[in-house]
């Protein structure tokens, strides 16, 4: 396989590859509700040739490849969007109150291409390479729920790899950036407090129990975990993004709902702060009569990259792309002074396939802040640069095909 045709090659798809995404930015659907999303790509797939198969509650999985024995390679890409209101100055914008507001539109039209860059050159292929369409990424549910129903088996995969699309990176649009080895996405875990008390009128509370005083006393005690129980060097972050209840400014209601999250990048640093987390609530609420009920709703692992897969892609990239649009985070922290550690604040559930296989995440650039784009995922008027689409499918193909070659 050489790099060069592979590219002219996804470069002759830019079309189709933009208007696969287009299609899937304008029809945005959420968690495990990909009705129409998953639909379409899967009618793609079919009229390429392949025959894809259900996994789990809303996922799709295609192979690519097998005419010759050797390994399994895995490509994964995440369909679902977020309940987000579109904002974003484009033509092809969602109407629905949901929205492609993390790029996720971007990555299942580029595996699209790479899956019609695959089906071209499958005689080629020295193995198998497995095409992963998740579901239910925001909610870090999908991943988990498609390995539960056998993603990784039948063939059994040998290692994986996944591509995310980011905004506002000051490199051309197409330029690639490899995670060096280890952690570099935290652990999640989403919670909600519920605190209980008992309603009444505003002008009497002492006939009542504030579960909005409760509430207010628990938000400011979780912050005493990162201040004074964790070392300097134990990151994390422990936020309460919402705080719900009652509807009229005389009334004291009954429950307060508090919604929250949870990043770590240690294991025991989790534990042990689910295990305060649990504490705090329960004993603040106590101490003005409340009562306070936690429950952990979803979460992640942590995302390891490992290290064979971390170099074996930056050196593949940098093949198809050259050294001026391919970078590892390492060289990248070089050149601006920092260290080596490719850790985001943003949590993966790509994460679940990184516990199970070796694998590694690639960030691609799409959308320079000079040229425009200048809001950051999950904001209602980001914007992502299509230039990128075809160096994203050619990125997925050929670092497939080329781990598959050299690991035979």
């Not at 009618?43 to 789990?56: K, N, S, T, W």
């Not at 980011?166 to 935290?186: C, E, I, L, Q």
């Not at 604040?345 to 802040?369: I, K, N, R, T």
């Amino acid at each position: 396989m050489k790099a060069d045709q592979l590219m002219e090659e996804a470069l002759q798809l830019k079309d189709t590859i933009i208007s696969n995404r287009r299609y899937l930015h304008s029809h945005p659907e959420t968690g495990f509700d990909l009705n129409e999303t998953k639909a379409y790509v899967k009618q793609e797939l079919i009229d390429m040739g392949y025959e894809p198969a259900e996994c789990g509650r809303a996922g799709l999985v295609a192979l690519a490849g097998g005419k010759k024995e050797g390994k399994v390679f895995l490509l994964r890409a995440d369909m679902d969007a977020l309940p987000v209101r579109e904002e974003a100055d484009v033509d092809f914008a969602s109407d629905n109150g949901r929205m492609h507001a993390c790029g996720h539109d971007m990555h299942a039209s580029m595996l699209l291409g790479a899956a019609r860059l695959l089906k071209q050159h499958e005689d080629e292929i020295e193995g198998t390479i497995k095409l992963m369409f998740q579901p239910a990424e925001e909610i870090f549910e999908g991943s988990h729920d498609m390995i539960e129903d056998g993603l990784l088996k039948n063939p059994d995969v040998d290692s994986a790899l996944m591509i995310h699309v980011m905004a506002g990176m000051p490199f051309p649009a197409g330029t690639v950036v490899v995670s060096s080895p280890g952690v570099s996405a935290p652990a999640a875990d989403i919670f909600q407090i519920k605190v209980k008390g008992k309603g009444c009128h505003g002008s009497m509370p002492n006939t009542g129990i504030d579960p909005l005083n409760a509430a207010a006393h628990i938000l400011i005690a979780l912050q005493e975990i990162n201040t004074r129980e964790l070392s300097v060097v134990d990151q994390a972050v422990l936020t309460i993004g919402s705080m719900n209840a009652g509807t009229a400014p005389n009334v004291i209601p009954d429950v307060v709902t508090m919604g929250g999250s949870l990043r770590t990048y240690d294991g025991e640093v989790r534990d042990y702060i689910k295990t305060r987390l649990v504490e705090i609530a329960e004993g603040v609420a106590k101490t003005f009569r409340a009562e306070a009920e936690v429950t952990f709703t979803s979460g992640c692992p942590t995302l390891v990259n490992d290290k064979e897969m971390s170099l074996s892609c930056e050196k593949y990239v940098k093949e198809l792309l050259g050294p001026g649009k391919a970078f590892s985070v390492a060289e990248l922290n070089a050149m601006s002074g920092g260290g080596s550690s490719s850790k985001s604040a943003g949590s993966e559930d790509f994460a679940y396939v990184s516990q199970e296989v070796p694998s590694v995440m690639l960030a691609l650039a799409a959308g320079q802040p000079d040229k425009g784009y200048c809001y950051p995922q999950h904001h209602p008027m980001v914007k992502f640069d299509e230039e990128a689409l075809a160096a994203g499918s050619a990125v997925y193909a050929y670092t497939a095909m080329r781990w598959l070659e050299e690991h035979k």
